[in-house]
């Protein structure tokens, strides 16, 4: 079900990283063009808990990187969840910025019928 869900978004994708022939992350990209920015989003970096703590996430952050640079957009963006501190921590050192005045985050659960 998921994996049909990406397919019909042309503006999503995924890219599975392999060690060994063996699937043990990916990182998922959502591509924006609105009116204000033409943009990606990193929408999701996770790594198999036994391969943790081997820069394999900032291997992917940079792939994404180096992607929208390939694309030709303006901005990379990244939604981190204020407790995932090795996140935010790798955010930080591939000098990603913390705005915490231009934009805040809203949500709203929907409930589904």
């Known amino acids: 079900m998921l994996c049909e869900k990406?397919?019909?978004?042309?503006?999503?994708?995924?890219?599975?990283?392999?060690?060994?022939?063996?699937?043990?992350?990916?990182?998922?990209?959502?591509?924006?063009?609105?009116?204000?920015?033409?943009?990606?989003?990193?929408?999701?970096?996770?790594?198999?808990?036994?391969?943790?703590?081997?820069?394999?996430?900032?291997?992917?952050?940079?792939?994404?990187?180096?992607k929208a640079i390939e694309n030709g957009l303006e901005i990379l963006t990244g939604l981190v969840k204020s407790d995932n501190i090795p996140s935010l921590t790798m955010f930080k050192r591939a000098e990603f910025t913390y705005d915490d005045i231009g934009f805040k985050l809203f949500m709203k659960d929907i409930e589904k019928k």
């Open 6 to 66: 990406i397919k019909k978004n042309d503006h999503y994708k995924v890219f599975v990283y392999y060690e060994e022939n063996i699937p043990v992350a990916y990182l998922g990209l959502l591509y924006v063009s609105n009116l204000h920015y033409d943009g990606m989003w990193v929408d999701l970096i996770a790594v198999r808990k036994t391969f943790q703590n081997r820069a394999i996430g900032k291997k992917l952050l940079k792939y994404a990187e180096e």
